[in-house]
């Protein structure tokens, strides 16, 4: 990690800054407030107006506000008191649950007050309750627009002012790192001023500013639309976009294990397939050879549909490295899918003499071992595996390639270290692949650092799905269509949101339907879920590959990597509480065969306008891509791809879908500030400054 010969300020804790103790700062952390640029960067989430006294008559509920006049009443009962404030237009009551000298004191009939609290309007009149207050002309509120902060109990609102205001002089004489003039003109964009004028825009808005003034300046603020708010976002998304492209650079300066491009067993394996590969199956492995057959780690996310033949394009690209002598790791996130691997590799390559061997975490401590160390001896050359790949004690002889299947579960550090896993003055080229379609905004933003390629051909044997919203009412016709079906010899999902009965969610529960339909039904029906022992499901779910099963009732256990081509329908429980990605997902299980096949999703009223949209886009597309873009404008970019993923982003204030036009304009400046040497010192601070923890990433 670059590190400056003296720390900037915006980088020292805020234990820098006067009158911040250790106490106050563990406080601060709580809101992720560490350093004194996360100070200037815990932005307001709403403003009050304190500048204008409002007419009693023209008060309404929840609003917060300034009021003045006269007290005509006063009535104290049981420590509680209740005041009556007049004006020209009307009467506000002030409550007070809790009484004091100093406030029996001041309350009195005929005083004039000024009083600044939230309105409560009900049956019982016009409230305020413990509104903040002083006789009228003996002070006055501050004025403009108050910044409100999102805060924790104990941290009082002015305290964090007070915090700001001392980060904002702290940074003040030019010590705030920011992109100049002349380099946002590169790239065409108009951001006048300076980072700190930005910030003191938001944090400290006009006092001076007109009520219309103000209004437009709030809204801005608000919604993030502001010119000091864009200045701040187009900066933070160069930043990050720096990050991606250090990183890659620095990929660069690594040796990677060299890979013929000319692989007799990938055209043996080929020779054995029943099929052939799509065109765009063969168009990626050609990207991905060409990437091999370099000296440069290879670093490619493969994208493509539910169905879309990824598997196989690995599993050709893995030849490759073993006909060059290099062995391969695949990496799954779950056992299910991890097992799946395994028994495709086993079938593709022992018979062409490879040795597949399998790594997971709950093995036996003598198979572990035997496993260990047969990859230090380099007698297995695929190791198909979960997370337990990259722990210590993993010793590969020579690790030349990793593949990561659905790569959005893990997050960067997990892939480093699987990565760092390679022999002595190498970097194992790394192979990513996802059936979770990616919104070209969403990869420019978490996979800024990698070549993509997209296999937007499904196989030619693959059946169209019909897809059929129900409600849940009309349930029993769901059960007898599933039960004709398997009297067919057909075979069928039942997907439940819930493992157990909840009282706190009315979904169904997986348990629950395995054992009303067992009673109902004359079919063989299995269950499975996640807290079942990873042998009891592979077991399951094996029974039903082999049609030992006719009916499988699971939880989203299934999403990946289940490959039964007998089974045409699949229902999906309480469809309304997954997301779009995760359905499509669900869906893509059938439809692997010849017969017609089915995903109902059966649903529960009420329906919300959103879910009534997310499940008719379901309805009407079977375009992954699509149903991403759709799903990630719905429920943004933490639910798509998962927080682990998405968590490495750590955006402040910068939003992909928000702000998806200035992505464009930020990697465009971002890929021309990399290519100016005397920019070299700006961009590394810019990092320091925007994106946690980068150096761990960017190796600068």
């Not at 001392?166 to 004489?173: K, N, P, R």
């Not at 030019?174 to 946002?184: A, E, N, R, V």
């Not at 329908?569 to 995760?582: D, F, K």
Request: hydrophobic share 40%.
């Amino acid at each position: 990690m670059y590190i400056p010969a003296q720390t900037p300020i915006t980088n020292l804790p805020m234990t820098a800054l006067a009158g911040v103790g250790n106490a106050l700062a563990n406080r601060l952390t709580e809101l992720g407030i560490h350093r004194i640029f996360d100070m200037l960067l815990h932005l307001p989430r709403d403003y009050e107006d304190r500048s204008r006294i409002m007419p009693i008559n023209e008060l309404y509920d929840g609003q917060v506000c300034v009021v003045a006049g006269v007290i005509t009443d006063v009535s104290a009962t049981k420590g509680r008191l209740s005041v009556c404030l007049e004006d020209d237009t009307g009467m506000v009551v002030l409550q007070f649950f809790k009484t004091y000298p100093t406030l029996l004191a001041t309350m009195t009939v005929g005083a004039s007050i000024t009083a600044f609290g939230e309105v409560k309007i009900s049956r019982y009149g016009v409230q305020m309750s413990h509104p903040e207050y002083f006789i009228t002309g003996t002070q006055s509120f501050e004025q403009g627009l108050l910044p409100i902060y999102p805060t924790v109990k104990g941290l009082h609102q002015n305290k964090l002012r007070q915090l700001v205001r001392l980060a904002l002089m702290a940074v003040g004489q030019g010590q705030l790192t920011c992109l100049s003039d002349d380099d946002f003109g590169v790239v065409g964009l108009d951001m006048s001023g300076d980072l700190l004028s930005a910030l003191k825009a938001i944090h400290l808005p006009d006092p001076q500013a007109d009520i219309f003034s103000q209004t437009a300046l709030l809204t801005g603020l608000k919604d993030r639309t502001h010119p000091a708010c864009l200045r701040l976002i187009i900066e933070e998304l160069v930043a990050h976009q720096l990050v991606f492209l250090y990183r890659k650079q620095n990929l660069h300066t690594h040796k990677a294990p060299f890979c013929t491009d000319n692989s007799q067993l990938a055209q043996r394996l080929l020779d054995n397939l029943p099929f052939n590969p799509t065109n765009a199956q063969r168009r990626v492995v050609r990207e991905i050879v060409r990437d091999l057959n370099t000296s440069t780690p290879m670093l490619r996310l493969v994208q493509g549909d539910v169905g879309a033949g990824k598997t196989l394009v690995a599993a050709l690209s893995a030849c490759h490295a073993l006909d060059s002598g290099w062995q391969v790791a695949i990496m799954a996130p779950t056992e299910i899918l991890a097992k799946q691997h395994l028994i495709n590799f086993k079938n593709w390559f022992t018979d062409l003499g490879v040795s597949v061997g399998w790594l997971v975490g709950k093995q036996t401590a003598k198979e572990r071992n035997t496993t260990l160390q047969a990859i230090m001896d380099n007698d297995v050359q695929i190791v198909v595996g979960t997370h337990a790949l990259f722990q210590e004690g993993v010793n590969f002889a020579k690790l030349g390639l990793v593949i990561i299947d659905e790569q959005h579960r893990f997050g960067v550090e997990q892939r480093l270290k699987l990565v760092n896993k390679g022999v002595a003055n190498t970097t194992p080229h790394q192979l990513a692949m996802t059936a979770t379609p990616i919104p070209r905004t969403l990869a420019m933003s978490v996979y800024g650092d990698m070549d993509v390629s997209v296999i937007d051909e499904l196989p030619p044997n693959r059946t169209p799905i019909t897809t059929i919203t129900v409600n849940r009412d009309r349930r029993d016709e769901v059960i007898e269509r599933i039960l004709a079906n398997c009297k067919q010899g057909k075979q069928a999902y039942w997907v439940c949101p819930l493992v157990e009965e909840s009282t706190a969610l009315d979904a169904q529960s997986a348990e629950l339907l395995y054992e009303a339909l067992c009673q109902r039904l004359d079919i063989r029906i299995g269950l499975v879920h996640g807290k079942m022992k990873p042998a009891d499901k592979q077991a399951i779910m094996n029974d039903f590959k082999h049609h030992r099963l006719d009916l499988l009732i699971a939880t989203t256990v299934i999403e990946v990597g289940v490959d039964v081509p007998n089974a045409s329908i699949m229902v999906i429980e309480n469809a309304e509480r997954l997301g779009l990605s995760q359905l499509h997902q669900l869906r893509g299980r059938v439809g692997r065969g010849l017969e017609k096949s089915f995903c109902v999703l059966l649903y529960q009223m009420p329906l919300s306008p959103t879910g009534i949209e997310r499940l008719n886009i379901l309805r009407d597309s079977t375009d992954g891509f699509v149903i991403a873009q759709k799903d990630l404008a719905l429920r943004g970019a933490g639910e798509l791809l998962g927080k682990r993923q998405t968590g490495d982003m750590g955006y402040y204030l910068a939003d992909i879908i928000r702000d998806e036009r200035l992505l464009a304009y930020a990697q465009a400046l971002a890929c021309y500030l990399v290519k100016q040497p005397h920019k070299t010192l700006l961009t590394r601070a810019m990092m320091d400054m925007w994106v946690k923890e980068n150096g761990e990433f960017v190796g600068a």
